[in-house]
Every structure is written in structure tokens, then in C-alpha cells.
């Protein structure tokens, strides 16, 4: 038997030489899988609010405008955390950072389980959303390290495909709460879930591959090799003067601000929609809801498998990320047109659903862009693109809200469709997957996490 038990032996890993082995060549698998249910918790935090909406509105006599404005408080705090949440992974760590957000986010999403007032929700859910915020940067800068070029958009996809998969949970299990406990039960349950989620992420992740008690020497050379520009010595000191004057870095910025005004529709106000204009019972509209979401699960692994398949046959990037992207967006913005338009309700969930599964299809290559061009600084990066996306998602939820209540329910999928395409011409003649945001960096002592 060989005694290659790992890089970095300790007695701990010794203790635990029966799940090294299990773990040995597969560890960062095992990594993704945990990220992989952070990403399901984020949505389900981010979708509570509007599976609850219904009832929120009766109890406390919240017009659909103004709840439009708790549905934009969580995103606009969501936006403001961005970059910070990612600049502090990419300075500190994920291991730290990722278990912290998650731990004081969901601590929230208890607190707002006792709201009783239009203030608290509107508090609690703008501090969530800066709570949530650090989420998908830092992930994005912990997968960084433990993924290779050619494994990234995938990673990408299918994390956030199980991000969708929480967001189709959240309407059968909301409702099955409500019915059973109140509506506040689905706040608590999702604070306890991310709580537990948090101690598990600390306890078992590293920061760097070659610190894992558990790694196997084939596994730490193949990221070595795969993944050579990662900084393994050192803590980098970004340079903010030649970021934030790349065009590539605004471009990106302003066509995923594009995406996410066509997504928040599905995470704010389509349990609402089904119910108020389709009208879906609301026991229906629990399973309703999850349809489409499912087929943007599908779309998020789909688009992540093909962009990286499209790298590795003609090693380039460039065509690799646009020939999924450009796409993805294109007949996303298609099928919300006749979506918005026809009078039927299964005509108009089933088109739903396909759109939503091809603007799903752009996520493997819109957030592998940030490990592209930004490298040790991915995190950051992907803060910047986040910002922006939801400052696009603030907006969203607020003009639908505002056309909703004047009983314009298509026009929000018209302007939705033209939003899109003009996310998907900056991709196709902008975006430059190849060209990094940033320049030579001053690096910082390195420190042990």
C-alpha cells in the first residue's frame, strides 16, 4: 500500500486516513460539491421573500409598487457589496470570508422572519443583500485555486445551476412552509440551513490546494500544472488606477448589468405573476414556479460544458465564451417576447422556461470571464461585474412592479427582451474573453489562513 498519503501530512490527516483515501485524486470535486450547495443556499435566501410576497401583501396591505422597493432593497445592498466582498477573498481568502457572509447572512434571514412593518422588511432585506453580496466573488476566488483553465466553465455553470435548482426548491418548499407553519417559518429554516452550511465550509476547506490535509500529490500537480499563474506565495495588492480604466472591465460590466435585468423577473416577481395575472392557485403556483427555474438549472450546466468543450477542441477563448454567450442571450430575449404576449398560461410558463434555460446557458461563460482577465484578482473582478449586474437587477423589480400595477403586465417582457439584446451585442463586438483587466501588481507578504 503506498504511503503517499498527501502533501502537507499532519496528524489530523492521519486520524482521518479513511476519508483521505476516499477523497485521493478527487478532493476538489468534493470542494465544488460544497460550493455548489452555497450557491443553492444564496437563492434560497434570495427567492424567500418573493414566494411570501403574496401573503406579505394581504397581511400588511403592501401595494405591488411598494413591494417592488423590498424586493430592490436586497438588490441594491446587494450591489454595494460586491466588490468589497470579493477584494476582501482576494486579499484574505475564501475559507474566512465565504463562511463569514454566509453565517451573517442567514442569521438575517432569521431576523426578518419576525418583521411585522414595511421598515423592518425593507432594513432586514437591504442587510441581507449586503451580507449576501461577498457570495459568488469569493466563491468565484475559491474556485480559482483549485480549478484548472479548462474546468472553468463549467464550475461556473454548474454551481450556478444548482443556484437555480434552490430557486425552483423555494416555491414548493415556501409554500408546503407557509401552509404548515406561517410564512415565517421559511425565513427560519433558510437561516438555519446557511448556518449549518457555514460551520461545514470552515471546517473543510482550504484556501490553497497544497494546504489540505487531504489533497493527493497527482491531484496538487495537476492544478500546479493546469493552473500556473496562481500565486501561491504571496497576497496581491490590486492596481485600481488600471482596472478601473479598462474598456474590457466596463464591457463586461455593462452586459452582465444586461443579463441580470432579465433574470430578477424569475427571482422577484414570478410567483407574483403567476398568481395575480396568470392566475395559478397558490398551491399551483408552488410547482408552477419551479418549472422554469429547472430549465435554467439545465441551461447553467448546459452553457458551462459547452464553452469549455468549444476551449479545449480549438483552444480559443475567444470563440470558446462568445459562441455560447452571444447566443444564450439572443434567444433568451426571443421566447420573453411571445411569453409576455400570449394569453395562455401554459403557453406562457413553457416559454418562460426556454427562455430562461438559454439566458441560463451565458452564465458558464460570463462568470468563467472574470478568471480569464482577472486571474489572482478574479475576485474583485467578478465583485465589479456583480455590481454592476445588480445595479440592472435594482431596476428591474421596481419597473415591473410600477407596469404591474397599472395592469401593463407584457410591456416588462418587451423592455426585458431589448435589454437583453443589447447584452448580447456588447459580447459579440466588446468583450475581449483574452485581454486582461489588470497590469503588474505589487504583492504583499503572504500569510497563513
Excluded at 504511503?3 to 486516513?17: E, L, R, Y
Excluded at 404548515?180 to 421559511?186: E, K, N, P, S, T
Excluded at 488600471?242 to 474590457?248: A, F, K, V
Aim: hydrophobic share 55%; glycine share 10%; aromatic share 12%.
Amino acid at each position: 500500500m503506498s504511503t503517499d498519503t498527501g502533501v502537507g501530512s499532519t496528524p489530523a490527516a492521519v486520524k482521518t486516513a479513511g476519508l483521505s483515501n476516499v477523497l485521493a485524486h478527487k478532493l476538489r470535486w468534493s470542494i465544488l460539491l460544497l460550493i455548489c450547495l452555497m450557491y443553492m443556499i444564496v437563492f434560497l435566501d434570495k427567492g424567500n421573500i418573493s414566494v411570501v410576497a403574496p401573503v406579505l401583501m394581504r397581511q400588511f396591505g403592501f401595494n405591488k409598487a411598494a413591494m417592488g422597493f423590498v424586493f430592490s432593497a436586497f438588490v441594491v445592498a446587494y450591489g454595494l457589496g460586491q466588490v468589497p466582498g470579493g477584494w476582501l477573498a482576494d486579499r484574505f481568502g475564501s475559507r474566512s470570508v465565504l463562511g463569514g457572509v454566509v453565517a451573517v447572512w442567514s442569521i438575517m434571514s432569521v431576523i426578518t422572519g419576525f418583521g411585522a412593518s414595511y421598515t423592518a422588511f425593507i432594513i432586514t432585506r437591504f442587510l441581507t443583500g449586503l451580507a449576501e453580496a461577498g457570495a459568488f466573488p469569493a466563491a468565484t476566488r475559491a474556485m480559482h485555486s483549485w480549478f484548472t483553465k479548462s474546468e472553468r466553465g463549467f464550475v461556473q455553470g454548474v454551481t450556478h445551476s444548482f443556484g437555480r435548482l434552490g430557486s425552483a426548491i423555494v416555491p414548493p418548499l415556501g409554500v408546503s412552509l407557509m401552509l404548515a407553519f406561517g410564512w415565517r417559518a421559511v425565513f427560519y429554516f433558510c437561516g438555519a440551513v446557511g448556518l449549518c452550511w457555514a460551520m461545514a465550509f470552515y471546517a473543510l476547506y482550504r484556501n490553497r490546494p497544497e494546504e489540505h490535509p487531504w489533497i493527493s500529490r497527482a491531484e496538487l500537480t495537476h492544478l500546479l500544472q493546469g493552473n500556473p499563474a496562481r500565486d501561491k506565495t504571496a497576497r496581491p495588492k490590486i492596481a485600481w488606477r488600471r482596472l478601473l480604466s479598462s474598456p474590457n472591465m466596463w464591457f463586461m460590466m455593462a452586459a452582465y448589468g444586461c443579463y441580470n435585468y432579465g433574470i430578477y423577473f424569475f427571482t422577484a416577481w414570478l410567483p407574483t405573476y403567476l398568481v395575480s395575472y396568470r392566475h395559478f392557485s397558490l398551491a399551483a403556483m408552488g410547482m408552477v414556479a419551479a418549472l422554469p427555474l429547472l430549465a435554467g438549472m439545465v441551461g447553467d450546466t448546459v452553457g458551462g460544458l459547452l464553452t469549455d468543450r468549444i476551449l479545449v477542441r480549438t483552444n480559443n477563448l475567444t470563440l470558446a465564451r462568445k459562441v455560447v454567450a452571444v447566443p444564450a442571450l439572443t434567444l433568451a430575449a426571443a421566447f420573453l417576447i411571445p411569453a409576455g404576449l400570449t394569453h395562455s398560461p401554459v403557453a406562457a410558463v413553457c416559454l418562460l422556461a426556454a427562455s430562461l434555460f438559454c439566458m441560463e446557458c451565458f452564465i458558464g461563460p460570463a462568470w468563467a470571464l472574470p478568471m480569464d482577465v482577472g486571474g489572482e484578482h478574479c475576485g474583485t473582478v467578478a465583485g465589479l461585474m456583480n455590481t454592476a449586474g445588480n445595479l440592472g437587477g435594482a431596476v428591474s423589480p421596481v419597473v415591473f412592479g410600477a407596469l404591474a400595477q397599472k395592469e401593463l403586465w407584457a410591456a416588462p417582457f418587451l423592455i426585458q427582451a431589448a435589454v437583453l439584446i443589447a447584452g448580447a451585442v456588447i459580447w459579440l463586438f466588446l468583450i475581449r474573453p483574452e485581454q486582461s483587466v489588470i497590469g503588474n501588481v505589487e504583492r504583499l507578504p503572504a500569510v497563513s489562513h
